[in-house]
């Protein structure tokens, strides 16, 4: 299958930084989603955005996706340790049999030191 | 307190054994999926069903088996024919349809030796 790419891979910054992980995707999409993981757990969704909207904000996260691009971007803002965790994003390819299957990136995993 | 549950967390099983992973949603959620996740790896998808009695295979589905008899259980065989199992499987529900979230289990951490 094709999986999205995301990077960084690792990023570790301090509380109270902004953290920003960028996601790329290879076919058109009906909508992508960032899901977040903590070490040895489910995943928990934050946020969907559709592929006819360029910007959506949730609380501190705040998620952009560029369809030209096919790309997407996770920023979260004024970060807490407790955002420590893998990010992944995940895509609904638009169109054929695809009808509600996510495809997953690799993850990007943040560290916020206190 | 609705959710998804999956048990046992972690499982052990010999090579050339079959085992069930349980997965139970009282969301009331219509589809249901079966991801394996390896070590720093993103999820895969092995198996997914939109409706009760019917399900198709995902990206991965060689050397698993599943079943969906009732709306709310989605059970996943890991067969003797997977050749690498040992993996974190996570079980996921969500309405159905392309714009909604998916509802993670906890997950269930199998080891074959």
């Known amino acids: 299958s094709q999986q999205g790419e995301e990077d960084p891979q690792a990023l570790s910054i301090q509380e109270g930084e902004n953290a920003t992980m960028n996601c790329s995707y290879k076919?058109?999409?009906?909508?992508l989603q960032w899901y977040r993981q903590n070490s040895g757990r489910g995943l928990v969704h934050l946020i969907l955005?559709?592929?006819?909207?360029r910007e959506k904000h949730s609380g501190r996260l705040r998620v952009t996706l560029d369809t030209s691009k096919k790309s997407s971007s996770l920023l979260i803002t004024a970060s807490r340790a407790a955002d420590t965790a893998s990010y992944f994003c995940?895509?609904?390819?638009?169109?054929?049999?695809?009808?509600?299957?996510?495809?997953f990136g690799q993850g990007t995993i943040l560290t916020v030191h206190p | 307190d609705g959710g998804i549950t999956q048990s046992p967390k972690y499982l052990f099983r010999k090579e050339g054994q079959n085992v069930t992973l349980s997965c139970e949603q009282n969301l009331n959620h219509d589809a249901m999926y079966w991801y394996r996740q390896d070590p720093g790896q993103g999820l895969r998808l092995i198996y997914y069903s939109q409706i009760v009695n019917d399900f198709q295979k995902g990206d991965i589905a060689e050397g698993y088996s599943v079943s969906r008899e009732k709306k709310e259980s989605f059970p996943l065989t890991v067969t003797s024919a997977q050749k690498n199992p040992t993996a974190f499987y996570l079980c996921?529900?969500?309405?159905?349809?392309?714009?909604?979230?998916?509802?993670f289990g906890p997950g269930t951490r199998l080891t074959v030796t």
């Open positions: 995940a895509n609904v390819r638009a169109g054929g049999t695809s009808y509600g299957k996510l495809t």
């Open positions: 996921a529900s969500s309405e159905q349809g392309s714009y909604y979230e998916q509802y």
């Open positions: 076919t058109s999409i009906n909508n």
């Open positions: 955005i559709r592929s006819n909207e």
